[in-house]
């Protein structure tokens, strides 16, 4: 057997009018992995109407099929399209959105017809290994998740409590989240039965909360029992900005990768607005101005991103990387050199991010073109 190396990218949300036109710039260190994986934040379908509980989002989420071929111009091989806008057109368009995928010729995980479709493992075999990926979603909405007789997502839910920090009302009180016992016990057994079939395994979580530098409580319980369960590298993403990395019995777990292509969003549509109840927009519940003069955009990191190189062979992973990419004004992902002042900037801040990671923090270093995190 020999070695492979996975890439791997997280956010993408396809719409530019020439659809090769979104990883123009990012195509030779794509093409140089044997395998290249991707998180999908669209529908691809022009069926389905907009679910009540998706809001304003839903009106710009369903994309025509056409645009799809973005991800084929690359080309991915596997892509999860398990995200909280999974179920925002209803099971019509996440049956079409695998649909479009499967005729281009890429393989899916995360959603489907049925949460047995859901929940199915994509399996390769490259250079004698075999690498299967699996697909799962925390942030979901209330029947947005497959079941036996509907489309949907596969579900790795979480509960919600808050911890008053002081005695005095209205202190700021501290956010407790813990794992769904069902939907942990599922995936385990998910990863438990694809790492028979399979010398590593991929798994994809759509996790994690909007604009925020570190992960929740929860998400290290789930990447922690995913590893042990048999998972080689967990691949985070829905914060719309890079979190920090851990390393976990030498294994690897991005809890968020950051945005990586994002088309440009229509101005006319004005704020974006918090689901479910759009009382509230972005700014208003992620930015803060804590003095005059002092602001803190939510969006101050949603341009960053990076691709995530994973070298592995039967043993395990060998060398992990990551080279740092920043969207430019048309939202296509542009690979940041070191001679740029950016280089250095995304790499204090994943480190900086690290420190957040109760397992410790993960320290990376310049190496050449990119970060190195990992060499085992």
């Not at 791997?8 to 036109?21: I, K, L, N, R």
């Not at 069926?47 to 111009?73: E, M």
């Not at 010729?105 to 493992?121: L, Y």
């Not at 914060?239 to 945005?259: D, L, T």
């Amino acid at each position: 057997m020999g070695q492979v190396t996975v890439a791997a990218v997280a956010d993408v949300s396809t719409g530019h009018a020439s659809p090769q036109d979104a990883f123009a710039s990012v195509l030779e260190p794509l093409r140089s992995a044997d395998l290249r994986f991707a998180q999908v934040e669209r529908l691809y379908s022009e069926r389905g109407c907009p679910q009540l509980q998706a809001g304003q989002a839903a009106l710009f989420n369903r994309q025509r099929p056409r645009l799809a071929s973005a991800f084929k111009s690359v080309p991915f091989d596997v892509l999860s399209i398990a995200s909280n806008m999974t179920g925002y057109w209803g099971s019509e368009a996440v049956e079409d959105t695998a649909e479009t995928f499967r005729l281009l010729g890429i393989a899916t995980v995360g959603a489907g017809r049925d949460i047995a479709a859901a929940r199915k493992p994509a399996i390769f075999t490259r250079n004698g290994l075999r690498i299967a990926f699996l697909g799962y979603v925390s942030t979901t909405l209330p029947q947005f998740w497959a079941t036996e007789t509907r489309a949907g997502s596969a579900p790795m839910r979480a509960h919600t409590f808050y911890e008053s920090y002081e005695y005095q009302p209205g202190a700021p009180a501290r956010v407790v989240t813990i794992p769904h016992a069902a939907d942990l016990a599922q995936l385990v057994s998910d990863v438990k039965l694809a790492k028979q079939n399979a010398d590593l395994v991929f798994v994809s979580l759509h996790w994690g909360v909007h604009f925020v530098p570190r992960p929740c409580d929860y998400q290290p319980v789930v990447a922690h029992a995913a590893i042990d369960a048999g998972a080689s590298v967990i691949l985070g993403h829905h914060p719309h900005q890079p979190q920090g990395i851990e390393i976990y019995k030498k294994s690897v777990i991005f809890y968020s990768i950051g945005n990586f292509s994002f088309a440009p969003r229509d101005k006319k549509r004005g704020p974006a607005l918090a689901a479910p109840q759009e009382e509230y927009t972005f700014e208003h519940i992620y930015s803060i101005e804590p003095d005059p003069g002092f602001f803190f955009d939510c969006h101050r990191h949603f341009n960053e991103g990076g691709i995530v190189f994973i070298e592995a062979d039967q043993t395990g992973i060998k060398h992990v990387t990551y080279l740092p990419t920043l969207m430019n004004e048309a939202g296509q992902p542009e690979v940041v050199h070191p001679n740029q002042l950016q280089f250095e900037k995304s790499l204090t801040y994943l480190n900086w991010a690290g420190k957040f990671i109760a397992g410790g923090m993960t320290q990376m270093k310049a190496m050449g073109d990119r970060y190195e995190i990992f060499r085992g």
